[in-house]
Antibody, heavy 122, light 113 residues
Framework: QVKLVQSGAEVKEPGASVKVSCKASGFTFTHYGFNWVRQAPGQGLEWMGW????????NYAAKLQGRVTVTTDASTNTAHIEVRSLTSDDTAVYFCARDRVGVNPMKDFDYWGQGTLVTVSS | DIVMTQSPDSVAVSLGERATINCRSSQNILSSSSGKNYLAWYRQKPGQPPELLIY???TRQSGVPDRFSGSGSGTDFALTISSLQPEDVAVYYC?????????FGGGTRVEIK
């Protein structure tokens, strides 16, 4: 069955970087794109960016451009997101989510990871 | 960016009764080329990731119970739960899938009266 399993919780100091991973199984990894969505405590959902596992093309939310990088590793069926120059505003649960239709990316998401809590605190 | 506005912020409904959530987009999300409204609905239970209920405004995702239905076109949309069940206690989000950045509504909390 389709699974997206994310790495564990992280605590970082302001100004540091964090890298969260999302390991996929149960489907052909390179046929899909992967989105990253975050949710601050008690808040709504914010789309951060997307990557095609087929060709590595990316698309980022403008407000995060330059501070976020999404990558994939087809040898391990894993997607990653790195966020740099962390501030307290980056404290959130980070989710990876698969495009529902691989050939029509960045639309809606049919499978989600369990979420990774990133806490930024001194 | 397209702004998605949901109403109400919260709603309390008796078990077995109907719940309706509204969602408005700040611009048209009906594609003239495909004829599809790029609007999705998700349910997020406490402590869990969101789960896809509806896409293209009215198409139920595989495995989603038929008590969930979506309607609307252009800029105004609705999600209806025809007969509320205990497992439907959650926060519901709409999301426009028309253009990047993809954006979500602020969420509507559904509770049992």
């Amino acid at each position: 069955q389709v699974k997206l399993v994310q790495s564990g919780a992280e605590v970082k100091e302001p100004g540091a970087s964090v890298k969260v991973s999302c390991k996929a199984s149960g489907f052909t990894f390179t046929h899909y794109g992967f989105n990253w969505v975050r949710q601050a405590p008690g808040q709504g959902l914010e789309w951060m960016g997307w990557i095609s596992a087929y060709n590595g093309h990316t698309n980022y939310a403008a407000k995060l451009q330059g501070r976020v990088t999404v990558t994939t590793d087809a040898s391990t069926n894993t997607a990653h997101i790195e966020v740099r120059s962390l501030t307290s505003d980056d404290t959130a649960v980070y989710f990876c989510a698969r495009d529902r239709v691989g050939v029509n990316p960045m639309k809606d998401f049919d499978y989600w990871g369990q979420g990774t809590l990133v806490t930024v605190s001194s | 960016d397209i702004v998605m506005t949901q109403s109400p912020d919260s709603v309390a409904v008796s078990l077995g009764e109907r719940a309706t959530i509204n969602c408005r987009s700040s611009q048209n999300i009906l594609s003239s080329s495909s004829g599809k409204n790029y609007l999705a609905w998700y349910r997020q239970k406490p402590g869990q990731p969101p789960e896809l209920l509806i896409y293209w405004a009215s198409t139920r995702q595989s495995g989603v119970p038929d008590r969930f239905s979506g309607s609307g076109s252009g800029t105004d949309f609705a999600l209806t739960i025809s007969s509320l069940q205990p497992e439907d206690v959650a926060v519901y989000y709409c999301q426009q899938a028309y253009t990047t950045p993809l954006t979500f509504g602020g969420g509507t909390r559904v509770e049992i009266k």
